[in-house]
């Protein structure tokens, strides 16, 4: 109760510094941001939305050159890693993706164009104007896959008439050595060019090297406008992931240091947990790498017709993954090579009581996929080709009924077809054989099949909603709105999908800003209705039929598990008591809970499994001897990533010096409450309440120029969970992945 009674004080004090960026004048008071979260730019704090948005220049002072990083900027936001992929929740809404398989939860966006991966958030994150996150469905206009909100990433684009550019250097401890650049060229009246890039390295936090970073990137634009109502802006970008990649530690963590899952240490301690041997083992090598390529080409044309602006975007992407990973304490090989193409048209009216957009939206995506995963006593090689169309219309109007008064309705219709045609083998342990010479031999089973699936998921997703402007600077709107995450498809040979999962959003808010444009507080309400939600676990599926019933074996599977209600309050308070000082606070406070979630699961040792949960026997029919498979009934526990409190406290000072010069203090922290990262409930899945803090003092000369910047984040050291995974082979044993340990060091940022 304390920690509540400290939160809810400090929203009355404080309030959001990250989504700000010029408008209004430097010392005149907050500045304002444009956003394009609903596809038209209007001023963030008339946005009649629940969002949040960072700009590119505070994700250069916090060293976020990754998705991960993001956790630590905005509360309703959880990103934490999977292997090579990346796992996004908004307020608990998110998908484990850590297949072939999976798609997010939450919608990923680069410059409007939709990234179906979960592996794409990777290469991306340098030379950005801003990163705006949307709280909630966003069905209507983003579409499929936005049932928990959706993340826009917004990249710098070329200035006509402009020529000039940054470079950015970093280096601190773990060898860590980061930097970016950017040249924009004005190639006359109507053309103009940007080319950036990123290198960001450092070495591994764990003690055997896993969860280090090398990250190369590159980005080119031209842009034309011929000044008279046509212009188009065509993007090229590539990106490389290499490095060993992620880590995970077995449970409890041992010692004091960060052990990784290669460490002898760990090894040891995995292999005293039964079954020991000689039933057969695999433990974590330090072989374990990543070598990922992403490739894009974009085109974004807009045409002023009169009576609206026309908007077309075709795209292209492509995924080529290729890694080994330890992370979840068996081994994980992945070859995999995406390809995706989309278009989006749309007419936009800007102007007149009624402002609108309708369009049309087409995808289209194809997986080869080779996945590998070996636990010791069970191994499965999934070899996949996936395929997915998409098909989508939409509008969305807001109709002025008054000076002050308007409302909005919207709707989509999606058509998604999913295709696949899998083969897989599940090779479960089933004993062993002598040969008379005393030595074990290991027997395992050879249980093929395959899955071929061809399947439509249509869904019409609506939104409504009403704004009332209570001053010139005070905003009140409500909301209803809708969406839904495609149904998912795995490998098996009998019921081989889940049905879609649907969320319907109620919002109130309230945007304001007072005491002559110093103070500024926002306010939301939620209230979330989650149905058929979608998990990904290693669960039973039928492989194969007998006179006794069907039979199933070990499979990493997405089923429909649940559904839940979430509501709570969030508090996006800002305040410049002078033109040298900055106070910011965003307070969010969550319940999430299951009404029902349950689900199958595998146990091949036939000992009931470790879960935080009722846990019962069942009649299903297992593939092995000895194994077993039972029910698991969660009701009532809370989502995971779903902390009830979250606060970002930050203080911002800048000190005038006698030569014109200046320095500029910085302080944030973050609080969290407890929450769960492992739908398994158990207690060493249980990040506890914690603190991490950031500081940095930064020096620029008369002129600004140049800036000079010392740092360091995560002061306290905290070990944060990020994820955490059970042994599908031992019961009970958890594997944990952490966030950054305490980092700093030294930046230089030169403008030309």
Same mark, same amino acid.
């Given at each position: 109760?304390?920690?509540?009674?400290?939160?809810?004080?400090?929203?009355?004090?404080?309030?959001?510094?990250?989504?700000?960026?010029?408008?209004?004048?430097?010392?005149?008071?907050?500045?304002?941001?444009?956003?394009?979260?609903?596809?038209?730019?209007?001023?963030?704090?008339?946005?009649?939305?629940?969002?949040?948005?960072?700009?590119?220049?505070?994700?250069?002072?916090?060293?976020?050159?990754?998705?991960?990083?993001?956790? &630590?900027?905005?509360?309703?936001?959880?990103?934490?890693?999977? !292997?090579?992929?990346?796992?996004?929740?908004?307020?608990?809404?998110?998908?484990?993706?850590?297949?072939?398989?999976?798609?997010?939860?939450?919608?990923?966006?680069?410059?409007?164009?939709?990234?179906?991966?979960?592996?794409?958030?990777?290469?991306?994150?340098?030379?950005?104007?801003?990163?705006?996150?949307?709280?909630?469905?966003?069905?209507?206009?983003?579409?499929?896959?936005?049932?928990?909100?959706?993340?826009?990433?917004?990249?710098?684009?070329?200035?006509?008439?402009?020529?000039?550019?940054?470079?950015?250097?970093?280096?601190?401890?773990?060898?860590?050595?980061?930097?970016?650049?950017?040249?924009?060229?004005?190639?006359?009246?109507?053309?103009?060019?940007?080319?950036?890039?990123?290198?960001?390295?450092?070495?591994?936090?764990?003690?055997?090297?896993?969860?280090?970073?090398?990250?190369?990137?590159?980005?080119?634009?031209?842009?034309?406008?011929?000044?008279?109502?046509?212009?188009?802006?065509?993007?090229?970008?590539?990106?490389?992931?290499?490095?060993?990649?992620?880590?995970?530690?077995?449970?409890?963590?041992?010692?004091?240091?960060?052990?990784?899952?290669?460490?002898?240490?760990?090894?040891?301690?995995?292999?005293?947990?039964?079954?020991?041997?000689?039933?057969?083992?695999?433990?974590?090598?330090?072989?374990?790498?990543?070598?990922?390529?992403?490739?894009?080409?974009?085109?974004?044309?807009?045409?002023?017709?009169?009576?609206?602006?026309?908007?077309?975007?075709?795209?292209?992407?492509?995924?080529?993954?290729?890694?080994?990973?330890?992370?979840?304490?068996?081994?994980?090989?992945?070859?995999?090579?995406?390809?995706?193409?989309?278009?989006?048209?749309?007419?936009?009216?800007?102007?007149?009581?009624?402002?609108?957009?309708?369009?049309?939206?087409?995808?289209?995506?194809?997986?080869?996929?080779?996945?590998?995963?070996?636990?010791?006593?069970?191994?499965?090689?999934?070899?996949?080709?996936?395929?997915?169309?998409?098909?989508?219309?939409?509008?969305?109007?807001?109709?002025?009924?008054?000076?002050?008064?308007?409302?909005?309705?919207?709707?989509?219709?999606?058509?998604?077809?999913?295709?696949?045609?899998?083969?897989?083998?599940?090779?479960?342990?089933?004993?062993?054989?002598?040969?008379?010479?005393?030595?074990?031999?290991?027997?395992?089973?050879?249980?093929?099949?395959?899955?071929?699936?061809?399947?439509?998921?249509?869904?019409?997703?609506?939104?409504?909603?009403?704004?009332?402007?209570?001053?010139?600077?005070?905003?009140?709107?409500?909301?209803?709105?809708?969406?839904?995450?495609?149904?998912?498809?795995?490998?098996?040979?009998?019921?081989?999908?889940?049905?879609?999962?649907?969320?319907?959003?109620?919002?109130?808010?309230?945007?304001?800003?007072?005491?002559?444009?110093?103070?500024?507080?926002?306010?939301?309400?939620?209230?979330?209705?989650?149905?058929?939600?979608?998990?990904?676990?290693?669960?039973?599926?039928?492989?194969?039929?007998?006179?006794?019933?069907?039979?199933?074996?070990?499979?990493?599977?997405?089923?429909?598990?649940?559904?839940?209600?979430?509501?709570?309050?969030?508090?996006?308070?800002?305040?410049?008591?002078?033109?040298?000082?900055?106070?910011?606070?965003?307070?969010?406070?969550?319940?999430?809970?299951?009404?029902?979630?349950?689900?199958?699961?595998?146990?091949?040792?036939?000992?009931?499994?470790? !879960?935080?949960?009722?846990?019962?026997?069942?009649?299903?029919?297992?593939?092995?001897?000895?194994?077993?498979?039972?029910?698991?009934?969660?009701?009532?526990?809370?989502?995971?990533?779903?902390?009830?409190?979250?606060?970002?406290?930050?203080?911002?000072?800048?000190?005038?010096?006698?030569?014109?010069?200046?320095?500029?203090?910085?302080?944030?922290?973050?609080?969290?409450?407890?929450?769960?990262?492992?739908?398994?409930?158990?207690?060493?899945?249980?990040?506890?309440?914690?603190?991490?803090?950031?500081?940095?003092?930064?020096?620029?000369?008369?002129?600004?120029?140049?800036?000079?910047?010392?740092?360091?984040?995560?002061?306290?050291?905290?070990?944060?969970?990020?994820?955490?995974?059970?042994?599908?082979?031992?019961?009970?044993?958890?594997?944990?992945?952490?966030?950054?340990? &305490?980092?700093?060091?030294?930046?230089?940022?030169?403008?030309?």
């Amino acid at each position: 109760m304390h920690l509540k009674y400290l939160l809810m004080a400090s929203a009355l004090i404080a309030g959001p510094a990250m989504a700000q960026s010029p408008n209004v004048g430097q010392n005149a008071g907050l500045q304002d941001i444009v956003v394009t979260a609903q596809r038209r730019e209007e001023n963030l704090q008339k946005a009649a939305l629940a969002v949040s948005a960072v700009t590119g220049d505070t994700l250069v002072k916090q060293s976020v050159t990754q998705a991960t990083d993001l956790s &630590r900027l905005v509360p309703a936001l959880q990103v934490a890693p999977a !292997a090579s992929f990346t796992q996004i929740y908004m307020r608990g809404i998110g998908s484990f993706g850590a297949n072939a398989f999976a798609e997010q939860g939450v919608a990923f966006n680069l410059d409007g164009i939709y990234l179906s991966r979960p592996a794409a958030p990777a290469a991306l994150f340098y030379d950005l104007e801003r990163i705006e996150a949307l709280k909630g469905p966003q069905g209507t206009l983003y579409g499929r896959n936005a049932s928990g909100g959706a993340l826009n990433v917004i990249t710098a684009k070329p200035k006509l008439g402009e020529t000039g550019g940054f470079v950015n250097a970093e280096y601190g401890n773990y060898n860590a050595f980061k930097t970016s650049a950017a040249i924009n060229l004005a190639l006359g009246e109507q053309w103009a060019a940007r080319l950036s890039g990123q290198y960001a390295r450092h070495d591994g936090y764990m003690s055997d090297g896993y969860d280090d970073e090398n990250t190369g990137a590159l980005r080119g634009q031209v842009k034309f406008d011929n000044r008279a109502g046509i212009n188009a802006t065509l993007m090229l970008d590539y990106g490389h992931v290499g490095g060993k990649g992620s880590g995970g530690t077995i449970m409890p963590l041992l010692g004091n240091g960060r052990l990784g899952p290669s460490d002898p240490a760990v090894v040891a301690a995995y292999l005293s947990k039964s079954p020991t041997a000689p039933v057969p083992q695999i433990t974590a090598k330090g072989d374990g790498f990543q070598d990922n390529s992403y490739y894009g080409a974009a085109l974004t044309a807009n045409a002023d017709l009169g009576f609206a602006t026309l908007t077309v975007i075709p795209a292209w992407r492509k995924t080529d993954l290729n890694f080994l990973s330890y992370a979840s304490s068996f081994l994980i090989r992945d070859i995999e090579k995406s390809r995706q193409g989309s278009v989006e048209a749309r007419l936009a009216n800007r102007s007149g009581p009624v402002n609108w957009v309708a369009g049309a939206y087409w995808f289209n995506e194809h997986v080869d996929a080779n996945q590998r995963y070996d636990q010791g006593s069970n191994g499965l090689q999934v070899n996949s080709l996936l395929d997915t169309q998409s098909l989508a219309a939409f509008g969305q109007a807001t109709v002025t009924l008054a000076p002050t008064f308007r409302v909005t309705g919207g709707l989509r219709y999606t058509d998604d077809r999913k295709q696949q045609a899998t083969n897989f083998t599940t090779m479960p342990f089933v004993g062993f054989v002598s040969p008379g010479t005393g030595n074990f031999t290991p027997i395992f089973a050879s249980i093929p099949a395959v899955a071929t699936t061809d399947i439509h998921f249509r869904k019409a997703t609506w939104k409504a909603g009403v704004e009332y402007d209570v001053a010139p600077r005070s905003l009140f709107y409500a909301s209803v709105a809708t969406g839904f995450k495609s149904g998912a498809l795995y490998a098996a040979s009998g019921q081989n999908y889940s049905a879609p999962e649907n969320l319907t959003a109620y919002t109130i808010g309230s945007k304001n800003r007072f005491l002559d444009n110093r103070l500024q507080l926002n306010v939301e309400a939620f209230w979330w209705d989650y149905r058929n939600q979608q998990i990904s676990h290693l669960g039973p599926v039928q492989v194969a039929t007998t006179p006794g019933g069907a039979v199933y074996a070990p499979v990493f599977l997405t089923e429909n598990a649940g559904g839940a209600k979430l509501y709570g309050l969030e508090a996006e308070v800002l305040f410049k008591p002078t033109p040298h000082d900055l106070l910011t606070a965003d307070i969010q406070w969550l319940h999430a809970r299951y009404k029902t979630f349950g689900y199958y699961a595998y146990s091949s040792s036939g000992a009931t499994p470790a !879960a935080g949960c009722a846990v019962a026997p069942t009649s299903r029919i297992a593939a092995t001897t000895g194994a077993a498979i039972f029910s698991v009934d969660c009701s009532g526990r809370p989502l995971v990533n779903a902390p009830d409190w979250t606060i970002n406290l930050a203080y911002e000072h800048k000190f005038d010096l006698a030569d014109g010069a200046n320095l500029t203090f910085g302080a944030d922290t973050r609080i969290q409450s407890a929450s769960y990262v492992s739908i398994d409930y158990l207690p060493d899945g249980r990040q506890g309440a914690y603190t991490t803090s950031n500081a940095r003092l930064a020096y620029e000369p008369a002129g600004g120029r140049y800036t000079l910047t010392a740092f360091v984040n995560n002061i306290e050291d905290t070990r944060v969970f990020s994820a955490s995974f059970q042994s599908p082979v031992k019961n009970g044993v958890l594997y944990n992945q952490l966030r950054a340990p &305490r980092t700093f060091g030294i930046r230089g940022s030169l403008r030309f």
